[in-house]
């Protein structure tokens, strides 16, 4: 597996999302099945093992520590603190001030038993505790060997430049993919100037860009896809001239959509880290292997001009318009 930097971390070019072993993608496998996953991606070369205190109301740290425990310091731990909360039918940031972000991360060390974390996330930005006052707390973290480096998720391009003044921000962990783009314009070149290090969820658009959703599609249970326009049945026939984009380089490269893909995105920047998640074998050494997939600049350039030619119907989840980030 090739390595990348997160400012100061080293971690394998592609790592490995653990959110839907817990929720978020309808059923979940059971606890064994779910360590085994992890324990797989980890044996096929991933390093970087991304969790929060929020998934699976914390189940989801202590099914990574199971998985990984025995090879803690072969491996980087991410996780996150505070997360989505809906106040008057509204969703905003879990507003913590460092007090109970230290509380917080108190409960994550337990669970993934560990003496640190090597990157802390704040899930979402508060609009009530300014980004600077939890950037001076993750300053005396790191200053105290609690974490090593710590990020912001879903953050505008402000937030970063604010935070990382007062304590360099190792990652942004934000929503991106091949078909979703709105932090290119400002985030992706702020991390570049700033020497920030840049993690995409949802890099295969919840399974749409590896050609898994259909019209037809059920979204069960927890599924958070139910409520993103993208995934319409009308959204997802008006998208398939992205597929048929990607599934052209996929039949010129010998490989699949999800790994042109990520191809694209690791081609793009070298600071990019996407986190894909899955929860079976073959998925999880595709999305790996994605690294092994170079596209040359013709290939990506070519890319990029005809992705400039095909519109992108629906949008992702909510949060983030009434964050002011849509």
């Known amino acids: 597996m090739k390595i990348r930097k997160l400012r100061d971390l080293e971690v394998s070019a592609i790592g490995y999302g653990c959110m839907g072993l817990s929720h978020g993608y309808g059923p979940v496998p059971d606890r064994p099945e779910a360590v085994r996953l992890i324990c797989h991606a980890f044996d096929k070369g991933c390093t970087f093992f991304d969790t929060a205190e929020g998934y699976g109301g914390g189940t989801n740290e202590t099914l990574m520590s199971e998985a990984l425990h025995s090879v803690r310091d072969k491996v980087v731990y991410a996780t996150k603190f505070g997360g989505i909360a809906i106040r008057n039918g509204k969703t905003g940031a ?143 026939a008006a998208n398939q001239p992205l597929l048929d984009l990607i599934n052209q380089f996929a039949a010129l490269k010998n490989a699949t959509p999800a790994q042109i893909s990520l191809a694209w995105m690791l081609h793009k920047k070298d600071f990019i880290v996407p986190i894909p998640g899955s929860r079976k074998n073959e998925r999880i050494e595709e999305n790996l292997g994605a690294a092994n997939v170079e596209l040359t600049e013709a290939e990506y350039n070519q890319i990029e001009t005809e992705l400039a030619k095909i519109t992108i119907h629906g949008n992702r989840t909510d949060d983030d318009i009434v964050f002011g980030r849509s």
């Not at 508060?126 to 710590?150: F, H, Q, R, T």
């Not at 304590?167 to 100037?193: G, H, N, W």
């Open 94 to 236: 879990v507003e913590l001030r460092p007090q109970q972000i230290r509380q917080r991360l108190e409960g994550s060390l337990q669970r993934l038993r560990t003496d640190r974390i090597d990157l802390y996330y704040q899930h979402r930005v508060s609009k009530e505790v300014p980004v600077e006052e939890v950037a001076g707390c993750m300053g005396e973290l790191i200053k105290e060997g609690k974490i090593i480096g710590w990020g912001l998720s879903q953050a505008t391009e402000d937030e970063v430049r604010r935070a990382n003044a007062v304590t360099p921000l190792t990652a942004i962990q934000s929503e991106y993919s091949i078909m979703e783009r709105m932090f290119e314009k400002d985030v992706l070149p702020a991390c570049e100037e700033l020497g920030i290090g840049f993690v995409p969820f949802s890099p295969l658009a919840g399974g749409f860009l590896s050609g898994t959703i259909t019209k037809d599609t059920v979204y069960a249970g927890d599924d958070v896809r139910d409520a993103i326009t993208r995934y319409r049945k009308d959204n997802i």
